[in-house]
């Protein structure tokens, strides 16, 4: 039975914008320390301390802000949104609200539909609270190390029609903002989360039905299995008759479903009004010139050029692209070795096996110049496809070129007719079907023989040279 239902969906992403210190202090944002460490006057809230804006928080937040196509404010307003919760010492986040740093952009996803543009309805900077630990010896503590962490809250606007759409849409962000290196794209750090709304009405119906608000949703998989038990049970409710109550609902992981947090506060609730210990936020000209001029194309778009311009495969281009450094080396075998597509085919079945990813760092077991060697032996003739392979694993983690290696182990590929004869020779008499086959027309056998010939001389034969001496061996008689 087809869906009776359309799902709506709107997403609001936070996420934290790599910073050394945070955003009005200059405590570290440095994941994982001793609880409590991480903190000051300034973001524990204590009378008489004043919060001093964070520089490079606005670079990024801005960068963000450009890469996603918005319009940018050159002023915009912090405030103080107010609310009571032991994670936020001062009683009040700031935030931006009625003037926030940019608005109108948009991100494109791969949806199962093919690509949709998602509108981005505004983008604002605020704070991050503590965390609150809960069940040491019954007690719940607060950590606070988290508190002052810069954000960008990134607002889409309801164009989302499924789940999966939802964890696309929420990928793309990831790769862009990473890509920007704007964060760090650590989800099980907290890097990155997000509310989901979501609501259904009839299709056809242009009005859109009551939301609820999914809280604090920390990794793709969560945002798709939250929207799925959400979208269930506003459907049964529905079907029932009911009606859909505004709510703020919160995700389990155990259970797979969601239960109710509070009613949907509103905006009055939380008293907002501007923050009367920051000046309005000036973007400087120059800043905004600066970053504009600095914009790459983002992840989609360098796929594409990837496909478009080297050939590449997509699914090749999309893992090139998956990570900035990813992109870094394939350019630098590239500059010196320039086939792109034998340099992607050597990074994805070779070097990937070798690479690990922490956040926006990568580490790899060979070079780039390494890599570019042995490609460019292989590519002249030197050594055999086979003996790359060995001579990849003599240089692993290690400084020794591959031209060393070659020469140590006296590896070049056979290449005199003369010691090729006897092989070729041998396989022939070995293989009088194939032969027969091959005098009867089939040439298509000599792929046969070609390889028979390879594998007994270890892959070393040149395999160009074999095919000819099998050729004329096979003429002569
Ligand atoms: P808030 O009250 O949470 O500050 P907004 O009205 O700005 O909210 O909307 C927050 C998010 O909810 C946006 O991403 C928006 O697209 C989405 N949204 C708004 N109305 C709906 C709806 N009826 N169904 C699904 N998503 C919605
Ligand atoms: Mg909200
Ligand atoms: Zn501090």
Redesign the pocket.
């Known amino acids: 039975m087809p869906p009776r239902y359309e799902v709506?969906?709107?997403?609001?992403v936070h996420a934290q914008l790599l910073t050394e210190s945070k955003l009005f202090c200059s405590c570290s944002t440095r994941f994982g320390q001793q609880p409590n460490s991480n903190v000051c006057p300034v973001c524990l809230g204590l009378p008489g301390s004043l919060p001093v804006l964070n520089g490079q928080a606005v670079r990024l937040a801005l960068r963000a802000a450009l890469a996603l196509g918005c319009t940018i404010h050159e002023t915009s307003i912090f405030a103080r949104k107010n609310y009571f919760y032991p994670d936020l010492p001062k009683g009040y986040q700031i935030s931006q609200y009625e003037e926030p740093l940019a608005t109108d952009g948009w991100l494109d996803i791969e949806s199962e539909s093919g690509t949709k543009r998602i509108r981005i309805?505004r983008i604002h900077m605020e704070e991050d609270a503590g965390k609150n630990v809960h069940g040491m010896g019954g007690d719940s503590l607060v950590d606070l190390n988290r508190a002052g962490t810069p954000l960008v809250e990134i607002?889409?606007?309801?164009?989302l029609r499924s789940s999966s759409d939802a964890a696309a849409y929420m990928r793309a962000l990831r790769d862009v903002l990473l890509f920007l290196r704007a964060n760090d794209g650590n989800l099980e750090e907290g890097s990155l989360r997000c509310?989901a709304?979501?609501?259904i009405r009839p299709f056809g119906q242009a009005e859109?039905?009551?939301?609820c608000?999914l809280k604090n949703l920390n990794s793709f998989k969560f945002v798709q299995k939250a929207i799925d038990s959400e979208v269930a049970r506003q459907t049964a409710i529905v079907d029932a008759g009911g009606r859909i109550i505004q709510q703020t609902r919160s995700f389990d992981p155990d259970t797979g479903t969601t239960h109710t947090l509070r009613s949907?506060e509103?905006?009055h609730d939380y008293r907002y009004f501007p923050e009367p210990d920051l000046p309005p936020l000036i973007l400087p000209e120059s800043l905004v010139t600066e970053e504009r001029n600095h914009l790459l194309p983002l992840p989609a778009a360098l796929r594409q050029s990837y496909v478009d311009s080297y050939g590449l495969s997509t699914q090749a281009a999309a893992t090139l692209t998956q990570h900035p450094e990813f992109i870094a080396y394939f350019e630098a075998v590239r500059s010196s070795f320039d086939q792109p597509t034998k340099v992607a085919n050597y990074i994805l079945t070779e070097v990937m096996r070798g690479a690990s990813v922490h956040g926006l760092s990568a580490s790899f077991n060979v070079t780039p110049s390494q890599v570019a060697e042995i490609l460019e032996l292989v590519d002249s003739g030197v050594i055999s496809g086979k003996q790359a392979k060995e001579v990849h694993l003599a240089i692993e983690n290690s400084a020794r070129m591959p031209r060393e290696v070659v020469q140590e182990r006296n590896m070049k590929v056979v290449s005199d007719a003369g010691s090729l004869e006897p092989l070729c020779s041998d396989v022939l008499a070995k293989s009088s079907a194939q032969v027969q086959q091959y005098r009867s027309g089939k040439k298509g056998v000599l792929g046969y023989l070609v390889g028979q010939v390879m594998k007994s001389s270890a892959g070393s034969a040149d395999p160009k040279l074999v095919n000819e001496i099998l050729v004329r061996l096979l003429e002569q008689n």
């Open positions: 709506v969906i709107g997403l609001e309805h607002v889409s606007e309801p164009d509310d709304n979501v609501s859109l039905g009551t939301r608000e949907k509103e905006a």
